[in-house]
């Protein structure tokens, strides 16, 4: 079974960057990041296969956030830049075999990091 191992979360403020790495125990299928803020419901962020593939983000993210992969490490990369006060929330990194009609959610990924905080504050 993969294991996933996050780190990278912090504190930064609006305007800041911050980058999450997820290690996986071994590549397979796609890697999903997810985010769950205080009250509210878990939501998609963006998403790569380890092989092949193009990333996806939510609008919420796009052009702002870049997923990376490094295929030796077996880890992928979340970096954030220009960071949001409506980013801070918990962010998990999850492993599964999605299709691709539903890659953008949580229930087609089975293995979950512990998750990470991302605080934005001023």
């Known amino acids: 079974q993969v294991q996933l191992i996050e780190s990278g979360g912090g504190s930064v403020q609006p305007g800041g960057s911050l980058r999450l790495s997820c290690e996986a125990s071994?590549?397979?299928?796609?890697l999903g990041w997810f985010r769950q803020a205080p009250g509210k419901e878990r939501e998609f962020v963006a998403a790569?296969?380890?092989?092949?593939?193009?990333?996806y983000y939510a609008d919420a993210v796009k052009g702002r956030f870049t997923i990376s992969k490094d295929n030796a490490k077996n880890t992928m990369y979340l970096q954030m830049n220009s960071l949001k006060l409506e980013d801070t929330a918990v962010y998990f990194c999850?492993?599964?075999?999605?299709?691709?009609?539903?890659?953008?959610?949580?229930?087609?990924?089975?293995?979950w990091g512990q998750g990470t905080q991302v605080t934005v504050s001023s």
């Open positions: 999850a492993a599964g075999r999605p299709i691709l009609s539903t890659i953008r959610r949580p229930s087609a990924y089975n293995i």
């Open positions: 071994q590549r397979d299928g796609a």
């Open positions: 790569s296969r380890w092989i092949g593939g193009i990333p």
